[in-house]
């Protein structure tokens, strides 16, 4: 059976410790990884996870597969789309909405694919789950008042 490939996106800000460990496991466990970034906010990620071991194994990595997401959506979009919150307090700032709108563009443009959210850790290989669902979707409680989609899969 071929490695199942799966698709992430990180943007904003610099990368967080652990995110490299999150996409790593995805490595681990057999699957391509396209890793979509905007290579002109990741410049100085690249940079830092070339001085660890970890980093230096991820970008070694003959299943990773660095992307452009400007491919799919221009970061100039993207910015436009940045959510500044809710209420005086700013509650919920983010990239959430534009997230979204770039999973479903990707999953519309590569049909069989699967989505995984950045901060997401694979414990085993998606392909040893046998789906016959055109669709998967798996969420995740977040921020304590509501749920988000952490995976999506489309079949053709």
């Not at 001085?51 to 436009?80: F, I, M, T, Y």
């Not at 789906?131 to 798996?138: E, G, K």
Request: charged residues 25%.
């Amino acid at each position: 059976m071929p490695p199942v490939e799966v698709h992430s996106l990180w943007i904003g800000e610099s990368f967080p410790d652990w995110l490299p460990h999150c996409v790593a496991s995805y490595i681990r466990t057999g699957h391509v990884i396209n890793w979509w970034i905007y290579p002109e906010e990741r410049e100085r990620d690249f940079e830092l996870l070339q001085c660890n071991e970890v980093g230096q194994r991820l970008l070694a990595s003959p299943l990773l597969r660095l992307r452009d997401a400007n491919e799919l959506l221009p970061l100039e979009l993207a910015r436009k789309m940045f959510f500044y919150g809710v209420g005086p307090e700013r509650k919920w700032q983010g990239w959430a909405p534009f997230s979204d709108w770039f999973r479903y563009e990707l999953l519309s443009r590569h049909p069989g694919s699967c989505w995984v959210d950045a901060d997401s850790f694979s414990l085993q290989n998606l392909g040893q789950l046998n789906l016959q669902a055109s669709l998967l979707c798996a969420t995740e409680k977040h921020r304590n008042d509501r749920r988000t989609i952490g995976a999506a899969q489309v079949v053709e």
